[in-house]
Every structure is written in C-alpha cells, then in structure tokens.
C-alpha cells in the first residue's frame, strides 16, 4: 500500500499543528462558534447528540495491520474501546473529548492517519472496490488513481469551501462494487481499443434527499487529463452550485438544472484552459505511485487446497462462512475474507478495540499485513491462502468476526441513526437489532439467500437505504418515530432507487413487515432467484399487498 | 489611525476606500469621494469614463471589487486598468472568490493587487495566498497580527495553484 514519503509526512503533520492551535483558540473563546464549525468539520469533528464524534479516514478503504492497532489503541485510550465503520471506509469514534482531539491527531500521525477532510462542504474521502487489485474481473488496479485523487484533493486551496461537500468513488473491475454511480463524481476505468486506461466519467449521482444516478459526461478520458478534468469540474460546481438552499446544493442539483449536455459544456469549456497544463499526469508518477500497489509475494499454491476441500466437506458451519464470507482471488490458491461486523445485538459495522486488534493479527499472520473496508461495513483480508482458511475462521470466531451472513439480511447496512446522530429524525439501531433478530436462525436466513437491507435515520441517506433491495428510512410524525420502506433498489452496474411502498410504520411493527415481504417472496420465487430477482419479475404490486395485509393502510403516504 | 492591511506578508496602513451602492440607488448616481476607491462592477460599468478620467487627471489608481456571483469574464477585457481587485467574503463558508482569483491569476493574467475582504481570518490566509490574493483585510474582531502567522501554515502543498504553477508531483525530488 501507498507509503508516505516526507512530503506526505510534514504535510498531516502541519495540519495536526493548526488544528491543535485551532482547538487552542476555539477553546480559549478567539474563534466563535460559527468560525470553528468549517474547520472542525474539515477534520472530520462533529459536534454529536452526546458530544463530539470524531470520524477518521481510511482512503480507499486500504488499511495496514499497524493502522488497524492504532484506531484499536486510539479508541480505547480517548473513546471507549469501540468504533464504528461506515459506508463510506470511514471509522467514527462517539464519545471523544474536543480538547483530546488534538492529540488523537498526533497520535494518528504517527501511523500515516488523519481526519483530513472526512466531513465539511470539501472533496472528501475517495472510496474505491474492496476487493481492488485481487478481484477477478479487474481492468486495472483503481487504487494508485484513488490515492492521486487523494493528494490532489487534500488542502486543495480552491475547494475547501464548496457549496456542498463533494464525493468521488473510482471503480477498477467490470462489476461496480463502488457504488460510482450515486457519488457526485464516479469514475469507472476503462480500456480503449488500443488497451490503453481512462475513465468513464459519471457525474451528479447521490442519495439523500432526491435520489438520482449519475449521468455519463465522458465515455472516455484518458488517464493523463484526471486531474486537469476534475478540477474543471469542480470549478464549474464551485462557480455556479447553489448556495441558498443546503438541501439543493450538491452538483446533482446543478447537473439536473443545467441538463447533462449543458453541464457537461460547461465542464469541457472549463476543460480546455487546463488541458495539458502542468497538473496532467506523467508515465513517472504513475509509476512512482503504481509501485507501491504492487501484488505482494504471493506464493506458489494448488488451485484447490486438499485440506480446505475436505474440511468444506466435514464441517458444515465451516462451509456455510465459506460459502458467504470467502471470494474467489485472482491468484490461484488465495481466497478473499469478509471479518462480519454485523450480529445480533451490535450496532452494524461497530467493532471492538479487541475486536480490530485481532483482525490486525490475522492480516499480519495470513493476509500480508493488509486489510480493507467495505462499504457494507465489514473488514476483508484480501489475500489469505486457502490452506489457511480453516484456521483463519477459528480465529475469526473466536473474536466475533466470523458470522457466517455476508450477503445475507443480518449484514444490513444501517447509519448510526438518532442513538448518535444529532441529523437524524429516527432511530436506526433498535430497528436493525429488531430485524436481527427476526431473522436470527441462520438456516431461515441462508434460505432466504441474498438480500440486501439498508437503513437510514434521515433523508441524508447514510444508509443507503436507496440501494436496498429492502430500504428502511426513519421518519418524524409529530414528534414519533416511523419508518418508510423502499423496494427494488440496488447498487452495482444496474444501480436503481429504491420506491416507497406506501405507508409509514412504526417501529414495532418494522420486523413483522419485512418478514410478511419476504414471505411473499418465498412464495413467489423461481429457483435460484434472489430477492431483487423475483421483484423485478413479478413487480410491486405482491409486496405491497403483502406489507399492508389491510387495504385501507396503504392509501396514505406518510410524510412523502 | 490609517486602517492596515496585510501586504507583502506585514502590515501596512491603506488609503483604498470601498463604494457601496445604498439598496436601489443606481450606479450611475453614485458619488464618488476623492481618493482611491474600490467600486462594485455595476458602477464600473456604468461611470467608466469618469473613473478613466479621475486617473488621467488627478492620478487617483483604478479599483474595483466583485462580490461572489460577479463573474469575472464580465469584467476580463478592462482588467489592466486595476491596480487593486478586491473580492468580497459575505461569509466564510462561500468559497466561490477562491475560484475567482485563481482565474484572474491564472487564466486572466493579472498581475496586479489582488485583496480579499470580508469574512476572513488567520483560518483562511494560507488557501487566500495560494489562490491569488496577496493582500488581505482581516474581519472584524480578528487579530491582524495573529493573522501574518498563517501564510505558513503548511510546508508544501499537494496541488499547482496561483503561487507554485507546479504540483508537488512534478517537484518531488526523483
């Protein structure tokens, strides 16, 4: 993985300077509130429902065993011993003190890890395929674009104060794992006829409150105008996004306003005064940068490991976590592993200090030292021996990290929610423990196969509830908590939105709900049809009539 | 006491007075005082001639000052008449000037002063300096002083700007 050199050092070493000074002065009452609240966000500081929430940065997702130890010592020394992972590679600690952060900073920096631009209205975290540089399917490693997007767009002087925060995600393999086409900017790379790379360029995609994928700009561009590109596009976003209404300020609002064409002209005639200016990309910094991404030393294995074959056949649970939890790699012999963040009874992608200090091991012992972020809220060691995957999932066991689900409805995605978030309008956890729980045997949810279930507190989507097959997002009726389902969403190649269904529930009745609506699946599916699958074919119309088994319920759309 | 800026990294007192259009007069009534003036793009354009005709007789140098939704290639053929461009901040938070003076640096070619006003602190100098500006009048209630400590905040930058043409990939020792 990228290694910092001296420059990337004295530049996260600065920042911890000036926001140590900035906390100093906040503190000291020289910055008003108003005045503090841009550059404290900018360092990924929240002022939360029970107080700060501190939310670090995993660029691309990538994270060494070492940096792993470091947020495990870092949330058991200034938070209380836990963390969360987000949809977006991010890890957010809940219970910080504003005065420690500083010095969380410091400590962080020690292990090239930062909060630069993790929240605030700027460019922020680039997030990428979890499975980059292992997945079969790959066209080219998206990691050394990701982290020169990273540099370019840390303190970049222009955009750090956008009208409304700006995320790019960069996919490298034919089957998007990104989600590029719900970023503000997503990059898919591609070959022209020649083998040569660039990107489609998909811009004005987001969730939130108006949901919209993202339109095509440019089928392709070539690798050298990346940077001299987006920085045009984030000029014309910078000029002319709107700034008089929060809710209407991100560039989807601005690409749907213009039109796509209109938009995408504007970018081009942006385009033209930077074409092969100085910040087009050269073969050397490719290179220099491609270099650290290079495949470790992997060795020499059977396509099919005889031990790991025969234990698939002996140990039934074995093969269930395999048969979820382990992707195919592209070197023979070496498997993926998803490490579950999701049970029963935890807040989905919350993890222990205990917890990440033990899939640190198992990347140092089995996996080169490497672990990754998935956007579904899990770690994944990208590339484990299959010989080892026996004992890998003992020892995942054994800490917590072996749920046999991935795929499945206990691996819902859900955001923090109204426990934590002062954003949000209700709240996602119970909810999510509540399904949980529902759905518990895992014959019941092996049976009922993949099924993607997203859960948001608000209309700020941090839980993607848009891409669920299965959404749920939180409401507010006079001052209750209700929740809305959504169907027929799904993220990868053939994104779409997920459409409400009809009325809002109460919380209680959220479990019932989703079990008639698999219910009515079960009943209708085909052989080897997911969820998603027996929805597209036989449409809205049974589920709905399955959620509201009282016609007259369903009539009314809550709050819209 | 004159009023000071920041300039060429030091405090400096100013003579440059900003015009105001007062809600509904129009620009073409505008009085101006004597002295060096700041004036929005509406009375630019509408007294052209007259501020033109203050600088051939009584030498008095040329300003304007473009508030955030001004556009710059409305004003991009008369550029070189300025010897002072300043770029209004209402609010910290609208980053559109940032854009604004790379453009005039950048694309424009200007070459003159260029000053941020506004709502700007010590927080803001180190990006202001690097988009463009070179002159700064700190907002009100904030230390100047505390403020000329900024410009170097941070050792190297990542990206080209206004300052450094060059990003940092092209500069990084082989």
């Known amino acids: ?66 940096q792993l130890r470091r947020f495990a010592d870092v949330a058991r020394r200034y938070d209380r011993g836990v963390g969360h992972f987000t949809t977006r590679h991010n890890l957010q600690l809940n219970w910080v003190k504003l005065a420690e952060v500083p010095q969380i900073l410091a400590d962080l920096a020690r292990d090239e890890l930062h909060a630069i631009q993790t929240s605030g209205n700027c460019i922020r975290n680039v997030t990428t395929d979890h499975f980059a540089g292992v997945a079969a399917d790959e066209i080219a490693d998206p990691r050394p674009w990701a982290e020169l997007l990273r540099q370019w767009s840390s303190f970049h002087p222009e955009f750090a104060y956008l009208p409304r925060k700006f995320k790019v995600a960069i996919s490298g ?4 794992r990104a989600a590029i086409q719900v970023h503000d900017l997503g990059l898919q790379v591609v070959r022209d006829p020649a083998g040569t790379i660039g990107f489609r360029v998909y811009a004005g995609g987001g969730l939130g409150r108006t949901p919209l994928l993202g339109q095509v700009l440019r089928e392709f561009l070539p690798w050298q ?25 991100r560039i989807k609002i601005l690409v749907k306003a213009l039109g796509c064409e ?62 979820r939890n382990v992707q195919n ?65 003992h020892r995942a066991k054994a800490a917590s990290l072996a749920a046999p689900t991935v795929g499945l ?56 509830h848009h891409l669920g097959a299965i959404g749920i997002l939180g409401v507010d009726k006079n001052g209750e908590e209700w929740y809305q ?49 027996t929805f597209d074919r036989i449409g809205e119309e049974v589920f709905r009539q399955a959620a509201y088994p009282h016609p007259h319920q369903s009539r009314r759309v809550a709050n819209g | 006491m004159a009023k000071q800026i920041i300039k060429e990294r030091r405090l400096q007192d100013d003579a440059w007075k900003i015009v105001n259009l007062v809600d509904g007069e129009p620009a073409i009534d505008v009085c101006l005082p004597v002295g060096p003036l700041l004036v929005p793009v509406s009375v630019w354009k509408a007294k052209k001639s007259c501020l033109i005709a203050r600088e051939y007789e009584h030498g008095t140098p040329l ?44 694309r424009h070619g200007y070459d003159g002063e260029l000053r941020a006003f506004g709502d700007i602190g010590r927080d803001q100098i180190f990006f202001l300096n690097r988009v463009g500006f070179d002159a700064f009048v700190i907002g009100e209630g904030k230390s100047a002083e505390d403020a000329l400590a900024a410009f170097d905040d941070f050792p190297e930058s990542y990206q080209g700007d206004a300052v450094q043409p060059l990003p940092l990939f092209r500069r990084r020792a082989a």
């Open chain 1, 1 to 66: 993985m990228y290694q910092y050199d001296d420059y990337d050092h004295a530049i996260v070493r600065a920042r911890v300077a000036q926001f140590r000074d900035q906390t100093r002065r906040y503190l000291a009452g020289e910055l008003s509130d108003d005045e503090f609240r841009p550059l404290r966000l900018q360092n990924g500081l929240y002022i939360q429902r029970h107080g700060p929430m501190l939310r670090l940065a995993v660029p691309y997702g990538l994270i060494s065993a070492a």
């Open chain 1, 173 to 176: 393999a034919t089957e998007d």
């Open chain 1, 225 to 249: 105008h990346l940077l001299s590109y987006t920085e045009a596009l984030v000029r014309v976003f910078n000029r002319y996004g709107r700034r008089d209404n929060a809710y209407k300020a």
């Open chain 1, 262 to 323: 209109e938009f995408s002209g504007q970018v081009d005639e942006e385009w033209s005064h930077l074409k092969d200016g100085p910040s087009t990309l050269t073969d050397g910094e490719i290179a220099r940068v491609a270099a650290q991404f290079r495949a470790p030393a992997y060795e020499t294995f059977a396509a099919d490991d005889l031990c790991h074959l025969a234990h698939l056949r002996e140990d039934k649970a074995f093969s269930r976590w395999v048969e």
């Open chain 1, 329 to 393: 790699h592209k070197v023979p012999g070496y498997a993926a592993v998803t490490l579950s963040l999701k049970k029963a009874g935890a807040a989905p992608g919350d993890a222990s200090s205990e917890q990440m200090e033990a899939a640190a091991d198992l990347a140092e012992r089995y996996s080169f030292g490497e672990l990754r972020v998935s956007h579904e809220q899990n770690l994944i060691l990208a590339d484990v021996p299959q010989r080892e995957l026996y004992t890998v999932w």
């Open chain 1, 409 to 464: 409805i206990q691996d819902l995605i859900a955001c923090p929610g109204g426990d934590f978030c002062a954003l949000a309008n209700a709240r996602s956890l119970p909810v999510a423990a509540a399904i949980q729980e529902r759905f518990e045997d895992l014959d019941y949810q092996h049976d009922i196969g993949e099924l993607e279930l997203n859960i948001s507190g608000c209309m700020n989507s941090c839980g993607h």
């Open chain 1, 485 to 533: 389902i959504t169907l027929g969403g799904r993220q990868g190649n053939d994104a779409s939105i997920g459409e409400v269904i009809g009325r809002a529930f109460a919380a209680a009745e959220v479990p019932d709900a989703i079990e008639r609506l698999i219910g009515a699946y079960l009943a209708h599916r085909h052989a080897d049809e997911r969820f998603i699958d």
């Open chain 2, 63 to 106: 300003g304007i000052w473009l508030a955030p939704e001004d556009n710059i290639e409305d004003i991009a053929a008369d550029i070189d008449d300025f010897t002072v461009i300043a770029v209004h901040f209402p609010k910290l938070a609208d980053g559109r000037g940032y854009s604004t003076a790379r453009l005039l640096r950048e």
